[in-house]
């Protein structure tokens, strides 16, 4: 045999090949040698109609992590010309949080996974929490203010009816909250 082929064989016996690949796939549940940076986003902070902060400019690879506090929020993609809906059927959705006091016991984090604008909204109707301000932007494009956060709101003001949720939890990780008792 080859001596780089057996070099080959005996590294996959051991592991060591089909390892390093699956290690920049992002998993919660493990510890990784070079930790992602992690975005902390608060809904509803104060009982206000918002998520704090709603402009978040965070690296490709890094994590956003939703908390929720008072009193039943969610989180989910939209468009910039489309506000209070999601963006298409992968959008995600964290579900709703319903929250008496302090904040969740979970939390919902997504990948930033490239650099485009990520735009999200709360889909509580009750109180039409989207319309009212629930709206944020990951990596917002500073250089075009007809596609500000600003723009975002006035339009998502002017949206009649009720917002759109997706049938299901999906596109990040409904997670325990590493601090549930931590005040903000
Ligand atoms: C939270 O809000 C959702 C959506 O409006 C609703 O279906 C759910 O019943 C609410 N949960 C509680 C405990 O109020
Ligand atoms: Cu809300």
Not at 44 to 66: Q, Y
Not at 93 to 114: H, L, R
Not at 160 to 169: E, F, K, R, W
Request: aromatic share 10%; with cysteine; hydrophobic share 35%.
């Amino acid at each position: 045999m080859h001596s780089s082929t057996l070099f080959i064989t005996l590294a996959a016996a051991l592991g060591f090949v089909s390892a390093a690949p699956t290690d920049n796939i992002y998993n919660p549940t493990k510890t990784y040698s070079s930790p992602r940076t992690t975005h902390t986003v608060v809904a509803g902070r104060g009982g206000r109609l918002i998520f704090d902060p709603d402009n978040i400019v965070a690296e490709v690879g890094s994590i956003v992590e939703f908390h929720f506090t008072p009193r039943n929020h969610s989180v989910v993609e939209s468009s910039f010309s489309n506000p209070c809906q999601p963006k298409d059927a992968n959008s995600f959705f964290s579900g709703f949080f319903p929250v008496s006091e302090g904040q969740s016991a979970e939390v919902f984090q997504i990948e930033v996974k490239d650099t485009r604008p990520i735009w999200f909204y709360c889909a509580q109707n009750n109180g039409a929490h989207c319309q009212s301000g629930m709206t944020g932007v990951v990596n917002q494009n500073f250089d075009n203010q007809a596609f500000s956060l600003r723009a975002h709101k006035e339009l998502a003001a002017k949206v009649q009816g009720p917002s759109g949720v997706q049938a299901n939890i999906q596109g990040g990780w409904r997670i325990p909250n590493p601090n549930p008792l931590g005040g903000f």
